[in-house]
T-cell receptor
Framework: RKEVEQDPGPFNVPEGATVAFNCTYSNSASQSFFWYRQDCRKEPKLLMS???SGNEDGRFTAQLNRASQYISLLIRDSKLSDSATYLCVVNSPTGRRALTFGSGTRLQVQP | ETGVTQSPTHLIKTRGQQVTLRCSSQ?????VSWYQQALGQGPQFIFQ???????GRGNFPPRFSGLQFPNYSSELNVNALELDDSALYLC??????????????FGPGTRLTVL
């Protein structure tokens, strides 16, 4: 079983749509959670951290459910520029300090 | 831009050869991590260097090795290249301080093709 699992997509949505991505993680000791965005042939960039209380940054809302080991990202009012791969990422500060990435979910926003 | 640079940007090697990839960390960062990203996959952690010593390693064989220099820049060396080593190699720098997690900033990557 992969440590971080995501639906690979692709998600093809029209401009203005709301789209949700989900992710599950297997290590219950994980302590930090993130969504990264990766454009084609570019490096990953931090989109937002994810907190248990849920957090919002403009059109983006992230949620964490520790009991279910589940992370979500909601994008409202999708823009063409949101087209990218969204990577669910977990960091376990105990033991090896590394980021564990899911395989990513590809989003294509269409005009 | 993150301030993390990598060289070269692209590289083509043949099976069995050796390769060295380089990374310059962002100013003020003391830790460099290396990741391998195969096509269609998320990055996978190779290892991390802190104060010139390996500070954690993922599930990669010993032919993947690294170095960190006093200026915190780093090298990734891969011996006896295999076809499956073809991937984008990313380095990320951060400040390691106690248990606080600080954001890792990624370089643009080196795309390695093994023929």
């Amino acid at each position: 079983r992969k440590e971080v699992e995501q639906d690979p997509g692709p998600f093809n949505v029209p401009e203005g749509a709301t789209v949700a991505f989900n992710c599950t993680y297997s290590n219950s000791a994980s302590q930090s959670f993130f969504w990264y965005r990766q454009d084609c042939r570019k490096e990953p960039k931090l989109l937002m951290s994810v907190y248990s209380s849920g957090n919002e940054d403009g059109r983006f809302t992230a949620q964490l459910n520790r009991a279910s080991q589940y992370i979500s990202l909601l994008i409202r009012d999708s823009k063409l520029s949101d087209s990218a791969t969204y990577l669910c990422v977990v960091n376990s500060p105990t033991g090896r300090r590394a980021l564990t990435f899911g395989s990513g979910t590809r989003l294509q926003v269409q005009p | 831009e993150t301030g993390v640079t990598q060289s070269p940007t692209h590289l083509i090697k043949t099976r069995g050869q050796q390769v060295t990839l380089r990374c310059s960390s962002q100013s003020g960062h003391n830790t460099v991590s290396w990741y391998q990203q195969a096509l269609g996959q998320g990055p996978q952690f190779i290892f991390q260097y802190y104060r010139e010593e390996e500070n954690g390693r993922g599930n990669f064989p010993p032919r993947f090795s690294g170095l960190q220099f006093p200026n915190y820049s780093s090298e990734l060396n891969v011996n006896a290249l295999e076809l499956d080593d073809s991937a984008l190699y990313l380095c990320a720098s951060t400040i390691l301080a106690g248990q606080t997690y600080n954001e890792q900033f990624f370089g643009p990557g080196t795309r390695l093709t093994v023929l």
